[in-house]
């Protein structure tokens, strides 16, 4: 009787295995599923608080940062733009498709990146970096054919001069400024434009460099006028 039994278990024990093989690769396919999920959820929170912090402190990047340090962060903004943008077409997509599948942390991953495109692309209000400084007193522009500066005289006596042109020319300058009348006097913190000067007349609505260096190089000096810049080159 026993022996019949092991032989009836011994014929049925393929059935059995081949009954619970798929059953068990399905179960496993589905933990792989949801930690490839789950993975794929944290670093799309991750790209985006990556790309929020570097286009809210870019202002800071820009000013202080230079060499590979500045370029590769620089790059890393339009890098994340495209993998976010790219996140938001794929979970649309896999929510319509697949909706029955997918976890809470997938749909709350794929409206974090939405946010965070249309908050970048269509809110009207940002918050940037900039607004951690000294409020601006008055401010300049020059702008030329191949280039541009801009120069802020914040209340804290800080000044910024900044220059931009062709083919990825940009120079920041910075230092403290202080005013007698009309006459304008600037202390740069390390380098320093000739072009602009150290010693500014401001006379007809327009900055005029009045120290050494416009003496000295007498053409190719910039005026600046003031307020903001009205983009007419």
Known sequence: MNGEINTNILEDLPAIIGSKIPLLILKVMGVKMRNKISRQSKIKVLLCFTYLMLIIFYHHIDKYLNGPVYLILTLLIPICFIAICTYVAQGIINSIRHRNNLSTEYYISTIVCLFTLCYSVLSPYRLDSQSLESDIEFQACYEGTQ???TVKFRKDKSFELHSTGAFFANTWYTGQWNRIGDTIHLKYD????ERFGDLLLIKDGYLHNIGK???????NIPHFYLGYCKHEN
């Open 213 to 219: 260096s416009a003496k000295i190089m007498k053409v």
């Open 147 to 149: 280039n541009q500066s």
């Open 190 to 193: 390390n380098k320093k434009s």
